[in-house]
């Protein structure tokens, strides 16, 4: 998705750094995004632990934030929903779990039109790559997000979908999830990308999308 002239004119250590405010705010507007469709939805919960704050450190998962800066795949510190409080809670939670992705795809969409608003009067080289990388960041995170594996939301999103009787089945496996998610990953990795390249293609074609228009 990058432009390699925009890369030639940024070093590793400068994309590094310029890759800092992607990060942030993808997993920023990720975990708020969930919180504050759990408050509409009438869940308190992380409004009273303040994670409906666009502060990053609110949100920061150590190991999570670390995979994001080396491999491109990462997550952020859950945000907490009490499902209780929910006034449907299987159907709630369905749109509380796409609230994040979403947020990311839309957040990506802005940065597009703002790279196409700059591009016209002066965007330089660093600009240009921290733009393109918070948009390829946000639309990374939102499809990472889709796999219906704990504790990612797709597996919530799954869960919602599912009648009853395989939804509660299926629920039993999150104990196993996050071992299930590094397998996944680490068979990715290391034998086959089939995750990096379904999510890199779903990013890279949405991407060149929002950039036609």
């Known amino acids: 998705m990058f432009n390699t002239s925009v890369e030639a004119e940024v070093n590793s250590v400068a994309r590094f750094v310029l890759s800092a405010p992607g990060i942030l705010l993808a997993l920023t507007v990720h975990e708020v995004a969930h919180g504050w469709v759990a408050y509409i939805l009438g869940d308190p919960t992380a409004k009273r632990a303040g994670r409906l704050t666009f502060n990053p450190l609110a ?117 196993y999830g996050p071992l299930i998610l590094i397998v996944v990953l680490l068979f990715d990795q290391m034998v086959f990308p089939v995750v990096r390249g379904t999510v890199g293609l779903l990013s890279s074609y949405l991407g060149r999308w929002m950039m036609s228009f």
């Open 59 to 175: 949100h920061l998962d150590i190991l999570g934030t670390i995979m994001l800066f080396l491999v491109h795949f990462g997550w952020a510190r859950p945000v907490p929903v009490d499902p209780y409080n929910l006034r449907n809670p299987k159907r709630d939670m369905i749109w509380i779990s796409l609230a994040g992705p979403g947020a990311n795809i839309l957040t990506a969409f802005v940065l597009t039109r703002l790279m196409r608003l700059l591009t016209g009067i002066w965007l330089p080289g660093p600009l240009l790559y921290l733009l393109s990388f918070g948009m390829y960041i946000n639309l990374i995170l939102a499809f990472f997000n889709l796999i219906p594996v704990h504790p990612l939301d797709g597996e919530k999103v799954l869960v919602g979908l599912l009648p009853l009787g395989p939804a509660y089945r299926f629920a039993q496996l999150e104990r």
